[in-house]
C-alpha cells in the first residue's frame, strides 16, 4: 500500500518510523538514568540513615553492657540516656528529611513505626527508673539485670533498634533487586530497540531504493536516451507518485519534440524539394522564354503558308488529273500540318505563360463567379461528354486575387480531372469559408496518382495523362 504513495507521505512515514525508535532508544536510555539517579539518592538517604541507627544500636547496646556497680546505675543510666535520644532523634530528623525528599520506598512507614516504637521505650525507661527511685529497698538492684524493669526495656530498646537496621538494610537489598531488575529492563529495551532499528533501517533503506532510487535512475537514463536524439523512448514508471507524473509529463514533451521533429524534417524535405523544383523552373523558364520566342515566328509562318496552300489547292485538286485518294491524302496532310502547328503555337503560349514572372495585379474578385465561368467552357469540351460536375456554391465567395491567373488554375484542376474519369464519372466542387479564408475542393472518381506521381505532379513537363497529349506545364503553372 506505502508503494503507491507519494514521495512526501514515503518520508513522512520513514521520518516517522526513525523518530519512534529513536524515541524508543531515548526513553529506554532515560529511564535507565533515572532509575540510577533515584538509587543513587535513596542509597545516599538510607546510608546516613543507616549510621544514625547504628550509631543509636551502638549507644544502647553500650547503656545495656554499663560497668558499674549497682548504687551508681539509675544516675549512670539517666546520663546516658541523652545521647540515646538525641541519636534517636537525629535519625527520625533524617527520615523526614528522606520522606520529604521522596526517597523513601513505601512512605518510610516502618521505619516511622520503629522509632515511634524506640521513643515510647525512652519513655518506659524513664518511668522505670523514677520507679525505682521511688521505691525504698533493703541494698541495691542490678538495674541492668535481664529480668529488672530496666533490663527489659533496654532489650527491648535493642530489638527495636536492631529491626531499624535490618528495615533499613533490607530496604538497600529492594532497591538493589529493584534497580538491577530495572536495569535489565532498560538494557532490554535498548537492545530491542537497537536491533528493531537496525531492522527497520535495512528495510528503508531496502523500500526507498525500490520506491525512489530506481525511479530516479530509470527516469535519468529514460532521459539520457531522449537527450542522445532517441525520441521513440518511452519511460516507463509505475511508483504512483511524483516520479510518475514527472515520467508521464516527460514522456507527453518527447512526444511532442518527435512531432515537431518529424514535421521539422517533413518541412525539410519539403523546402528540398521545392529549391530544386524552383531551380528547375528557372532554368526551364529562361529555356522556354528563348524557345518560345525563337519558334513562335516560324510556327507562325509554318500555319500561314498551309493555310494559303490549302486554299490555292483547293482549285487545282479539283481539275488535276489524279484519283480521289490523291486528293484526300494531300488534304489530311496539309490539315495535320495545320493541326501541329496549332498544337506547338499552344504549347509555346504556354511556355511562354510558364516563364513570365512577377507579381501580378490582384483585385476583390467572386471565386464563384470565376468557377462558374469555368464550367461554361469546358462543358463543350470533348473530354467532359458522359461525366458530371456538381458545383455545390454556397454564394458570393470573394477574395483577393488576379482573376485572370485564378482561372487558369481552376481551368487546368476541372480538365486534369476529366481527363482521369472514364465515361459516367463525377467531379464534385465544393467550397466553404473557414476562418476568413476562402476554400474551394476539386473532388473526382478518376483513377486517382500514386505517391510517386504525387511527388512529382508540380514538375515542369512531368505528365501521367490517360490522353497522351498533356504538355506537362499546367500544373506547373497553377502551382507558380
Not at 227 to 240: D, L, P
Not at 346 to 362: D, V
Not at 377 to 405: C, D, T, Y
Request: glycine share 8%; net charge neutral.
Amino acid at each position: 500500500m506505502a508503494c503507491s504513495w507519494r514521495i512526501r507521505h514515503k518520508l513522512i512515514l520513514g521520518m516517522s518510523l526513525i523518530a519512534a525508535v529513536m524515541a524508543l532508544l531515548l526513553g529506554g536510555t532515560l529511564h535507565g538514568l533515572e532509575t540510577y539517579r533515584a538509587s543513587m539518592g535513596i542509597y545516599e538517604s538510607k546510608l546516613e540513615e543507616l549510621k544514625l541507627a547504628v550509631d543509636a544500636k551502638e549507644t544502647i547496646r553500650k547503656l545495656q553492657f554499663l560497668n558499674t556497680e549497682p548504687r551508681g546505675q539509675n544516675s549512670e543510666i539517666r546520663a546516658r540516656m541523652k545521647p540515646i535520644k538525641e541519636a534517636i532523634d537525629a535519625y527520625d530528623v533524617k527520615l523526614h528529611e528522606t520522606i520529604d525528599r521522596g526517597r523513601a520506598p513505601f512512605g518510610g512507614k516502618q521505619e516511622l513505626l520503629l522509632v515511634d516504637l524506640l521513643n515510647k521505650d525512652l519513655v518506659q525507661l524513664d518511668l522505670a527508673l523514677k520507679k525505682d527511685v521511688d521505691t525504698p529497698s533493703v541494698g541495691h538492684v542490678d538495674l541492668l539485670d535481664r529480668n529488672s524493669e530496666v533490663g527489659k526495656t533496654l532489650k527491648l530498646a535493642d530489638e527495636h533498634v536492631d529491626d531499624l537496621v535490618g528495615t533499613i538494610t533490607k530496604v538497600f537489598e529492594m532497591r538493589v533487586d529493584y534497580t538491577r531488575n530495572e536495569v535489565r529492563k532498560s538494557i532490554i529495551i535498548l537492545i530491542t530497540t537497537g536491533v528493531g532499528s537496525l531492522l527497520l533501517m535495512i528495510g528503508l533503506l531496502r523500500y526507498f531504493y525500490r520506491w525512489i532510487a530506481t525511479p530516479i535512475r530509470e527516469l535519468a537514463d529514460g532521459v539520457s536516451k531522449v537527450a542522445h536524439g532517441n525520441f521513440q523512448h518511452r519511460i516507463e514508471i509505475h511508483s504512483a507518485d511524483e516520479i510518475e507524473d514527472l515520467a508521464k509529463a516527460y514522456n507527453e514533451m518527447t512526444e511532442k519534440l518527435r512531432a515537431m521533429y518529424e514535421n521539422l524534417a517533413q518541412q525539410v524535405n519539403e523546402r528540398s524539394r521545392q529549391l530544386v523544383r524552383s531551380e528547375r523552373l528557372a532554368g526551364v523558364g529562361f529555356l522556354a522564354a528563348g524557345v518560345a520566342h525563337e519558334i513562335n515566328n516560324p510556327l507562325a509562318a509554318i500555319l500561314f503558308s498551309s493555310e494559303a496552300l490549302e486554299v490555292r489547292l483547293a482549285e487545282l485538286l479539283v481539275k488535276a488529273p489524279m484519283g480521289s485518294q490523291d486528293r484526300e491524302t494531300i488534304a489530311k496532310y496539309l490539315k495535320m500540318i495545320q493541326e501541329e502547328a496549332e498544337r506547338c503555337k499552344e504549347i509555346t503560349q504556354k511556355l511562354l505563360a510558364f516563364s513570365r514572372g512577377g507579381e501580378r495585379k490582384r483585385e476583390e474578385t467572386d471565386l464563384t463567379t470565376v468557377v462558374q465561368g469555368v464550367l461554361d467552357v469546358v462543358q463543350h469540351l470533348p473530354s467532359s461528354k458522359g461525366k458530371r460536375i456538381q458545383f455545390q456554391g454556397v454564394g458570393p465567395m470573394r477574395a483577393w486575387v488576379n482573376a485572370q491567373e485564378v482561372k487558369q488554375v481552376f481551368l487546368n484542376l476541372v480538365i486534369n480531372a476529366l481527363e482521369s474519369m472514364e465515361d459516367g464519372g463525377n467531379l464534385t466542387i465544393s467550397q466553404a469559408m473557414r476562418d476568413g479564408v476562402v476554400e474551394l475542393t476539386f473532388k473526382d472518381t478518376g483513377c486517382g496518382m500514386t505517391p510517386d506521381i504525387l511527388e512529382n505532379i508540380f514538375e515542369p513537363f512531368f505528365t501521367r495523362s490517360r490522353t497522351g497529349k498533356g504538355t506537362g506545364l499546367g500544373l506547373s503553372i497553377s502551382h507558380r
